[in-house]
């Protein structure tokens, strides 16, 4: 968790509401990529970036390699969108190895 | 599709017996990885298949095997399972490397 720093570690919302998830690189990251970890444990494939923004629905997330983060938008929170999220980075010279962070977990209330 | 199948789902295990792990996609995508998840840490790389080359993480080298038959399949192996390895096991695949990664539903392994 030192070379992906994903804050907050913890986040409690009202339905309803919006937030943002951040991951900040203390390597040189090529590319990133969110994941919803669901109550089961799967990791679900939310966004794949090289630096740039992707937005799918009520979220959105960008991606800067030259300050080194990356950032998740969730739009009017639903109780659905509660879980752990990584964020995990590739970096140059280490082809095929994502570098995890250690999540946030999210609660969202009603 | 972008399924990867995992089995078993659930698997318990006595200390000292070997542990056999399998994971399958029909994406046909060249690299395969298995990742380590524990309670309250970052999923950890364990080792990666590119075509038929094995890499192994040089601190995990010695205490995981695996096997990759054919495009679609790739296993791993732990020959004598102890209390440490009690965790959950990720397979992913990705069309090449430095390109998405997408994981199985897990193997929830507990050592007993």
């Known amino acids: 968790g030192d070379k992906v720093k994903q804050s907050p570690s913890a986040l409690s919302l009202q339905e309803g509401t919006n937030s943002a998830l951040r991951c900040n690189f203390s390597?040189?990251?090529?590319?990133v990529q969110w994941f919803l970890q669901n109550p089961r444990g799967s990791l679900i494939n939310l966004f794949y970036l090289v630096p740039g923004t992707k937005e799918n629905g009520r979220l959105k997330s960008a991606f800067d390699s030259k300050e080194s983060y990356s950032t998740l938008h969730i739009r009017d929170a639903q109780l659905e969108d509660s879980g752990t999220y990584f964020c995990?980075?590739?970096?140059?010279?280490?082809?095929?190895?994502?570098?995890f962070g250690l999540g946030t977990t999210l609660q969202v209330q009603p | 599709d972008t399924t990867v199948k995992q089995n078993p789902r659930y698997k318990l295990a006595r200390v000292g017996k070997p542990v056999n792990l399998i994971c399958s996609q029909t994406?046909?995508?060249?690299?395969m990885y298995w990742y380590q998840k524990k309670p309250n840490q970052a999923p950890k790389l364990l080792l990666f298949?590119?075509?038929?080359?094995?890499?192994r993480e040089a601190d995990t080298f010695e205490k995981f095997q695996s096997s990759r038959p054919n495009n679609s399949f790739c296993s791993l192996y732990i020959g004598s399972a102890g209390l440490e390895y009690s965790a959950m096991y990720l397979c992913?695949?990705?069309?090449?490397?430095?390109?998405?990664?997408?994981f199985g539903p897990g193997t929830r392994l507990t050592v007993l």
């Open positions: 994406m046909n995508h060249d690299t």
């Open positions: 390597i040189a990251a090529t590319t």
């Open positions: 995990a980075a590739e970096t140059t010279g280490n082809t095929g190895k994502l570098i």
């Open positions: 298949y590119y075509d038929k080359i094995l890499n």
């Open positions: 992913a695949s990705s069309r090449a490397q430095k390109y998405e990664q997408y």
